[in-house]
């Protein structure tokens, strides 16, 4: 699962969701979910290994990164509803878990706080 978040939210200039931990956050949702639901996820990281050894012959963890990329990017397109529905839910979780981490946050405020967000109160300036 690090690779694949890492491949959603990849390091740059700033953390990636490695660093984030968001591997752990996603653990911590799976296991607050029903059971049908972290069953779903699940079948979903079957069904994406499934993708990667009929199109590369191998697991996802095992191709390079850019056919992991490419298989991602493939993914948005996919005829496979239930595939598709599986990406959503992988991306939808590392950016949740993300932007909810401190890096995340401190990546949202690192030009500090926009001014559309600031308190106008006289009695806070």
Excluded: W
């Amino acid at each position: 699962m690090i690779v694949l978040t890492e491949l959603i939210v990849p390091a740059t200039d700033t953390p990636g969701a490695k660093a984030a931990k968001v591997n752990e956050y996603i653990d911590l949702m799976l296991h607050d979910v029903e059971e049908d639901r972290g069953h779903a996820f699940l079948q979903a990281l079957g069904r994406l290994d499934g993708y990667a050894i009929d199109k590369h012959g191998a697991p996802f963890v095992k191709l390079s990164e850019a056919r992991r990329t490419a298989i991602l990017e493939s993914l948005d397109g996919a005829e496979d509803p239930e595939l598709k529905t599986g990406a959503e839910f992988f991306k939808r979780l590392t950016v949740e878990g993300y932007y909810t981490s401190k890096i995340g946050i401190d990546e949202l405020n690192k030009d500090g706080v926009p001014a559309t967000f600031a308190c106008t109160h006289a009695s806070h300036g």
